[in-house]
């Protein structure tokens, strides 16, 4: 307390003159400091709204009550702080309004994610190991035609179909030369294959599965039927509706890759499209660069299909160009870079390396 006084003192008695000088200088600034405060909260808040309304009429958002509507207004304004956030975690992408703006994380996860269960494939057989010395610096399997047009899963967890039928096509395309697009809803409605090793993990439409049990589902069945004569829905629990003479795509052999990353890459050269888990918490405010987080769990909860790498990204800040992988989504090609999703390459970002199918597919005679 003296010392305290003795210094409070100290400062006070040099000059009285010079203190008021400085104590009305002071307040000035913080009077300035306070009004810009509010002004930029009002900013912020003219801000929120005019973003809100690009959203509602970019994305064709509409809310049954206005208290709905006042509810997801909030929403969305948390999810632009956190976009902030995302954007200092992540500066190497673009963090901002996507269609999930109105979403909490947990409606998002809900709804739009479904790799089920959160855990590695217990038996499947490991790919052998191939050679790694002649891969390609860039490759992406979209200039080579094994990859179909940007899908769309809607408001259903089954993100794990698409990441299985992806891989399929490009399979598929890499043993006939056609690129047929192939039916997820056929998945939704037939598949409810279990890890072999535990019991509870099923494959179960719209609440998720897993990209391996899938494989294993259509090894059994004996194929799948194209888009266009099993069409997607995005419907739950709607009765199987497979007609084995319609199938045009099977499944010969599938297998998981090693979390070594030149591996994946020779992988993905060789058998076409890989299935890949990845942790999606970053994505529900990404719009676009190379994805590379300061910090990202490897829980796995989103299945998207590997398509293809590159040596260094484009970085709109100029951050520090980086290796990345090219992941096809499946929430429409108004997501991210027109539906695809670039994520850092070289730390098994975000669980990315971790659980990696490869999947050959049969020669089918295809008859039209
Ligand atoms: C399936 O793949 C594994 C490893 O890639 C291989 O050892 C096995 O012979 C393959 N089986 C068939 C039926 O092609
Ligand atoms: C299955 O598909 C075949 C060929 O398109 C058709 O002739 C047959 O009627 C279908 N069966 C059922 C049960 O729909």
């Known amino acids: 307390m003296d010392f305290l006084s003795n210094f409070v003192l100290l400062l006070l008695v040099p000059s009285l003159l010079v203190l008021k000088a400085v104590s009305e200088a002071s307040f000035d600034e913080s009077d300035n400091l306070m009004i810009r405060q509010v002004e930029s909260h009002v900013d912020d808040f003219l801000n929120a709204e005019r973003h809100f309304e690009k959203f509602k009429a970019r994305f064709q958002k509409t809310y049954a009550t206005p208290e709905e509507h006042d509810y997801r207004f909030n929403v969305f304004k948390a999810n632009l702080r956190r976009a902030k956030r995302h954007q200092l975690l992540d500066p190497s992408a673009v963090h901002g309004v996507t269609q999930f703006s109105d979403l909490t994380p947990a409606e998002f996860r809900r709804d739009y994610l479904g790799l089920n269960p959160l855990r590695f494939p217990a038996d499947a057989q490991q790919a052998?190991?191939?050679?790694?010395?002649?891969?390609?610096?860039?490759?992406?399997?979209?200039?080579?035609?094994?990859?179909?047009?940007?899908?769309?899963?809607?408001?259903?967890?089954?993100?794990?179909?698409?990441?299985?039928?992806?891989?399929?096509e490009g399979?598929?395309?890499?043993?006939?030369?056609?690129l047929e697009s192939l039916s997820e809803q056929q998945l939704v409605d037939c598949d409810r294959e279990c890890d072999p090793e535990e019991y509870d993990a099923c494959d179960d439409g719209c609440?998720?599965?897993?990209?391996?049990?899938?494989?294993?589902?259509?090894?059994?069945?004996?194929?799948?039927?194209?888009?266009?004569?099993?069409?997607y829905t995005g419907r739950d629990r709607s009765p199987c509706k497979f007609n084995e003479s319609k199938i045009v795509a099977s499944v010969s052999n599938f297998s998981v890759v090693s979390i070594d990353e030149d591996q994946i890459a020779a992988n993905l050269v060789k058998n076409g499209p890989l299935a890949v888990g990845i942790n999606a918490v970053f994505m529900q405010t990404y719009t676009a660069g190379v994805s590379c987080p300061f910090l990202c769990s490897g829980e796995l909860d989103h299945g998207v299909l590997l398509v293809g790498y590159g040596s260094a990204g484009y970085s709109p800040i100029r951050f520090k160009e980086k290796p990345?992988?090219?992941?096809?989504?499946?929430?429409?090609?108004?997501?991210?870079e027109h539906g695809y999703y670039r994520i850092c390459r070289g730390q098994n970002m975000?669980?990315?390396?971790?659980?990696?199918?490869?999947?050959?597919?049969?020669?089918?005679?295809?008859?039209q």
Not at 207 to 231: C, Q, S
Request: net charge negative.
């Open 171 to 178: 399979a598929h395309f890499l043993a006939t030369g056609n």
């Open 324 to 336: 990345y992988w090219i992941l096809k989504n499946s929430w429409s090609k108004y997501w991210g």
């Open 350 to 367: 975000c669980g990315v390396d971790s659980m990696v199918s490869s999947v050959v597919a049969a020669i089918q005679t295809t008859s």
């Open 207 to 231: 609440n998720g599965g897993l990209m391996n049990n899938a494989f294993e589902y259509i090894l059994k069945t004996g194929g799948v039927e194209r888009e266009k004569d099993y069409p």
């Open 128 to 168: 052998p190991i191939l050679p790694t010395d002649n891969l390609p610096t860039d490759f992406d399997w979209r200039e080579n035609g094994a990859v179909t047009p940007v899908k769309n899963q809607g408001n259903c967890g089954s993100c794990w179909s698409f990441s299985t039928i992806g891989a399929l």
